[in-house]
């Protein structure tokens, strides 16, 4: 029997964690987290792949947590478990519990999840390549496809942008530091941003004082579009199923159930000349 502090023979998650400064209980629930989502994948898939797991098993398992009455603790320890180990393998999987539609609860008051059409999200690129607004609609198509929070936009730097064999990268600086492919669109048009400044600062984006961009910029941005950082926070997570699911062979009916059959709503973009 192994003990609370093994996980299936990586015992040097534990040393990871040490590095990281997480204290020694904290590791124990960290590893014990891990350890029932790999015993969940184990009876419901029976199969186990060390690193098979993705977003949907993620919320399957969160659910499932869930509904043995387990407390809000809980369920964010094992998401920040979740993030840590991957963080550790290597494997591009960063989530909040607030993204994880789970079921209603009184804790958990079911919320409607408003996201971007593929109509809506398809005008946003086709207005990316016409508007002069490169900066603005570069850094909301970056909260969609990305799932990026405000203050990891703040820190970028223009060289956190790569390209290897035809396919485009963004380098994300955070707490779980990561690697997230892009679309080509977008990442012409985050060049096309910082191109035409004609600086030297480093930041891949600055406000109109020619200083790296706030806070309270990026928010102004959005709100000139109509969209909250839920509805960009939204319509991340709903893509990023819709992308699980086609990997998985799992069809749209199954996105509904875990989303809730009337949670979500589609809307437009509302484009700015």
Known sequence: MKS????????????????????????????????????????????????????????????????????RGTLLQCVQAINAYSHFINKNLYIELRDIPLYITKEYPQREFVILSKEAQKSMYYYAQKTWKKRDIAILLLMIETGIKVSEIIALEKNDL??????????????????????????????????????????????????????????NIRRSYHLSLEILRDTYIHNHLIRASVLKGIGENQIRILYGEHTRRFIDFRARV
């Open 4 to 71: 609370s502090t093994e996980l299936y023979g990586k015992t040097d998650f534990t040393s990871f964690l040490s590095r990281a400064g997480i204290n020694g209980k904290t590791q124990a629930g960290y590893i014990s987290s891990m350890n029932n989502l790999f015993k969940y994948l184990l009876k419901v898939k029976k199969a186990y792949k060390e690193l098979d797991y993705d977003l949907i098993d993620i919320i399957e398992f969160l659910k499932a947590t869930q509904l043995k009455g387990r407390v």
């Open 162 to 219: 790569s390209e290897e064999n035809s396919m485009c990268y963004i380098r994300i600086n955070s707490t779980i530091p990561r690697v997230v492919p892009i679309t080509r669109i977008l990442h012409d048009q985050i060049i096309l941003s910082y191109s035409a400044r004609n600086d030297k600062d480093s930041a891949m984006f600055i406000n109109q004082r020619g200083t790296r961009v706030k806070e309270v910029s990026i928010q």
